[in-house]
């Protein structure tokens, strides 16, 4: 038995661990990409102060704020003008269209955002 350091915390343990006792990183496993993923898991949760924020995944971010935004207020905004164009129902359709469309669109850029996030986080592992 020899003592090695975790790659995540730096401690001292024991290469017959499997995970370290101290920040619960995995040690020895042998499938190498999911010990990557568990320990980037952990790292983001006991270090979350510390996470670098990708610049890629910020403007996604930022994208999505906007399309909401402009979502939303497109949709409110087409059934206000077809109120006043006695045309309610269609009005209403064409809002809840609007606000769907909105919500499948900002679902997606937000999990490209998360998937550029978790790359970041791997490679800078």
């Known amino acids: 038995m020899a003592i090695i ?10 290469n017959k661990a499997k995970e370290c006792p101290h920040c619960k990183s995995i040690i020895n496993d ?19 102060n510390k996470k670098t924020r990708n610049k890629v995944a910020a403007k996604f971010s930022m994208v999505v704020w906007f399309i909401r935004i402009l979502g939303y207020f497109g949709g409110i905004i087409s059934l206000i003008i077809y109120a006043q164009l006695d ?17 499948f669109s900002t679902l997606m850029f937000e999990a490209i955002g998360e998937g550029l996030q978790l790359l970041e986080d791997i490679k800078n592992k």
């Open 5 to 14: 350091q975790c790659q995540n915390c730096g401690k001292n343990v024991s």
């Open 87 to 103: 045309n309610f129902e269609i009005g209403l359709l064409v809002c809840v269209i609007t606000c769907i469309v909105t919500w």
């Open 30 to 48: 042998t499938n190498r990409i999911e010990n990557i993923i568990n320990n980037v898991k952990v790292r983001t949760d006991t270090l979350s």
